[in-house]
């Protein structure tokens, strides 16, 4: 198309030619393909309340052991999980301890701290979220899946 372009105008480049004659630089839009969509996801609406009541704590619970970076991919991680994972989630006699259990998981993987702790997980967790980060014990005990009693009792033992 150049080439007969040029044969035709002689040796003028292409640019300097009038619009008129100037062959087209791209396809036409009548070529181009259709713009690929992405499926539209819809999450089950028990997710979207879930989501709505624990991201917040779950990415203070990061930050408390992770640069904010880090900890805002742990908790996206955590969702994406718990998202594909939803059904199965749900079907467990206690969701909220299992979601806890993933998002503490990839914490620690993420924070290669390695600390050993000298409390249990549970112990630890109360403590980070009621004493450090200043959660009531009832929202620590929904977010961790524990009953409110232990928590309770966990917090004010280390009190002493």
């Known amino acids: 198309m150049v080439a007969a372009a040029e044969e035709k105008h002689g040796s003028t480049p292409l640019m300097q030619l009038p619009a008129s004659v100037r062959p087209p630089l791209h396809k036409p839009a009548s070529y181009a393909r259709p713009a690929r969509q992405c499926p539209g996801i819809t999450l089950p609406p028990a997710f ?16 408390a052991h992770l640069a904010e970076t880090a900890a805002t991919a742990v908790v996206r991680e955590t969702f994406g999980e718990l998202a594909t994972q939803w059904p199965f989630i749900v079907s467990r006699l206690n969701p909220n301890a299992h979601a806890w259990g993933i998002l503490t998981a990839r914490t ?53």
């Open 48 to 63: 979207e309340a879930f989501y709505a009541l624990h991201w917040k704590l779950y990415l203070d619970y990061a930050l």
């Open 108 to 160: 620690w993987a993420v924070s290669k701290l390695g600390v050993q702790r000298a409390c249990s997980d549970v112990h630890y967790d109360a403590l980070v979220l009621h004493r450090l980060l200043g959660y009531s014990t009832t929202d620590t005990a929904d977010v961790m899946g524990e009953e409110p009693s232990k928590i309770r009792y966990v917090v004010t033992q280390h009190a002493r």
